[in-house]
Each structure stands twice: as C-alpha cells, then as structure tokens.
C-alpha cells in the first residue's frame, strides 16, 4: 500500500493550538482525509481536502496541504479535553484506495 | 438511523476455530468495506464490496473472506483462525457518487486468538 507516516503523540495544554503533521507518498492523490477515534469507538471524520486544495478552515480546524512536499497538516485551535483522541490522516487514491496513516495520539493537559 | 453496527463486540478464538462477523447499515450505501487496525498501524483495507453480490480483496485479504448476499450486511469470515489475526476489526461504508464521499465506520469487534 502507499506510505503514509503521522507521528506516534502529541501532547499539548488545554487552550493552546494543536499540530498534527503527515506526509505521504503517492501524488496522484484525490483527496486528503482527517479522522478522529475516541476510545473504544470507530472513525469518525473531521474534515477532507481535495488535492488542488491549499487550506481548509472549518470552524476550531485548520488544514494545510502542500501538495509539492507531499504534507498535510491539522490545526486545531484553543484544544479542549474533548479533543483529546487519535487523529488519522488518510489519503485517497482511487475510487475504493483509501490509505492511512499510523494515527496521532493526541492528549490534553488541563 | 443506526448507522452502521458490528455484531460481536468482542470475541476470543483458538487457533483453527472458525467465526464470521456481521456488519450491517441501514443508510442504504452501495460500498462496504472491512478493515483490521493494529497497534502502531493504520487501519489495513481487508475486503470490500461495491455492491450486493459483489466483494474485491484489498490490502490484505488472506486469511478471510467476504459475502454481501444483502445490501445492508457485509460479513467477513475466518475459517481457521490463527493468532496473527487478533486485532480491532472495522467495518464501514459509503454512498455510491463522486466527491469525497465520506466513508461511516462502525464501532468495531475487538478479536483475540489464543
């Protein structure tokens, strides 16, 4: 399958912005997808991007893609408790290719 | 609306037994899909479907197989189960159209094999 890396934690405090970085491999991709997995739950999906897309924002979300680094980011803005969870990036290559990455354990610190 | 639902939520085999697991949705999606989610590593693409009647292997498809006799169900299968297969399985779908189409999940059977 394709290549598609997220580092393992993050750890941030309660009100500051979050980072969640991941780079993949194949550029023919379509779309760019972000989840979030709450424990003991399935995915659930936050926001996506299409390729000839720079940024989305939506609300307390940010996402970056450069698509010449092969690089996408979210942002999420003022992190609550609440966020706290596993955010997968995911890349979509074709009609049923979907491929993601490791997943970003993501805590919040009060 | 359910959405999509997993049936068992846990379940522990011996090696060489046999299980299936049903998904089921009522939303009407044309794709179904099945995946397995292993610490340290993304959800792997098992089999999926694109449509009743229908399965393709993806990823990794060795070890099970699939039917989708019926629209809303997907079952996935282990005839002889073996300990490299104990993980979280997730089952989703989506709506057949272009876009990003935005694939449900369910919440998942958790499988271990002793």
């Known amino acids: 399958g394709e290549d598609v890396e997220q580092s393992l934690f993050l750890s941030v405090r309660e009100g500051d912005s979050s980072v969640i970085n991941c780079t993949y491999t194949?550029?023919?991709?379509?779309?760019l997808y972000w989840y979030k997995q709450e424990p003991g739950a399935g995915l659930q999906l936050l926001t996506y991007i299409f390729s000839n897309m720079d940024m989305k924002q939506d609300q307390r979300l940010t996402v970056l893609l450069n698509k010449k680094d092969k690089h996408l980011s979210l942002r999420i803005a003022d992190t609550q408790t609440g966020d706290s969870a596993i955010y997968f990036c995911a890349e979509r290559t074709g009609a049923n290719n979907l491929f993601f990455g490791t997943g970003t354990r993501l805590t919040v610190i009060p | 609306n359910a959405g999509v639902t997993q049936t068992p939520k846990f379940r522990v085999l011996k090696t060489g037994q046999s299980m299936t697991l049903l998904c089921a949705q009522d939303m009407n999606h044309e794709y179904m899909y099945w995946y397995r989610q292993d610490p340290g590593m993304g959800l792997r693409l098992i089999h999926y479907?694109?449509?009743?009647?229908?399965?393709a292997k993806g990823e990794v498809p060795d070890g099970y197989n699939v039917s989708r006799l019926k629209k809303q169900n997907f079952l996935l299968g282990l005839e002889s189960a073996a300990p490299s297969q104990t993980s979280v399985y997730f089952c989703?779908?989506?709506?057949?159209?272009?876009?990003?189409?935005?694939?449900?999940f369910g919440p998942g059977t958790r499988l271990t094999v002793t």
């Open positions: 989703a779908s989506r709506p057949l159209g272009q876009g990003a189409d935005e694939q449900y």
């Open positions: 479907s694109v449509g009743e009647g229908t399965t």
């Open positions: 194949d550029s023919s991709s379509t779309y």
